[in-house]
């Protein structure tokens, strides 16, 4: 159990345009869900908590006009991208939390390359 | 605030030689602690967690963790690694206060070698 998706896998986009990725919980409800970024050889760093029905908290530093995210359904977020520049290539990856659960799971990530 | 230290950026050991990675973390409150593998390209799986109770906990792929709380430790064990064990592995913080959100380490790559 606990699996989660994330499509797609790879994205390469020219620069300018707006990229959307989608994160899945497929057997159980994610009333929060979480979206990281990792650059090479680094660890995770959180860009926002997103909570089914509400808006995202971003942190520190993450542009929130620039990472849209949607958590319109407990089985679903999305991250969009918007006005790609080659400096957002990264690895994003989510993961999902279900209520009261002490655990995250995570999606398999997915890369983005922006030319 | 919470913080996460991984001491070892890069292990590299023999294959069925023990291994152990070390974690030390710093926390006001009571925490959970989890170990994450992950795969090239891939996204993070759960090694195994401290919630409460027993210190020593056990995981998947034969790896172990003791949570030592006196030395804000949890170091992660494996007695006999294979080459498939390559990877990087992720030590994670929470309060167990309900905020839900971790703090991750830097990593530490292991690299078994035949």
């Known amino acids: 159990g606990a699996v989660v998706s994330q499509h797609p896998s790879w994205v390469i986009c020219k620069s300018g345009t707006s990229v959307k990725i989608e994160c899945r919980s497929l057997d159980f409800q994610a009333t929060t869900m979480f979206w990281y970024r990792q650059f090479p050889k680094q660890s995770l760093m959180l860009m926002a908590t997103?909570?089914?029905?509400?808006?995202?908290?971003?942190e520190q530093g993450v542009e929130k006009d620039k990472f849209l995210i949607n958590h319109a359904s407990l089985t679903l977020s999305t991250l969009t991208v918007t006005s790609a520049h080659p400096e957002d290539s990264s690895f994003y990856i989510c993961?999902?939390?279900?209520?009261?659960?002490?655990?995250?799971?995570f999606g398999p990530g997915t890369r983005l390359l922006v030319l | 605030a919470q913080s996460v230290t991984q001491l070892d950026s890069q292990v590299p050991v023999f294959e069925e030689a023990p291994v152990e990675l070390r974690c030390n973390y710093s926390?006001?409150?009571?925490?959970?602690l989890f170990w994450y593998v992950q795969y090239p390209n891939q996204g993070l799986q759960l090694l195994l967690k401290?919630?409460?109770?027993?210190?020593l906990v056990k995981g998947i792929n034969g790896f172990e963790a003791e949570f030592n709380k006196s030395q804000t430790s949890f170091h992660l064990r494996k007695p006999s690694v294979h080459i498939s064990d390559t990877a990087e592995y992720f030590c994670?913080?929470?309060?167990?206060?309900?905020?839900?959100?971790?703090?991750f380490g830097r990593g530490t790559s292991l690299i078994v070698h035949p």
């Open positions: 997103s909570n089914e029905g509400s808006k995202a908290t971003y």
């Open positions: 993961s999902a939390r279900a209520s009261g659960a002490e655990t995250q799971y």
């Open positions: 994670a913080v929470e309060s167990s206060g309900g905020s839900y959100i971790p703090t």
């Open positions: 401290y919630l409460s109770g027993s210190t």
């Open positions: 926390s006001s409150v009571s925490v959970y």
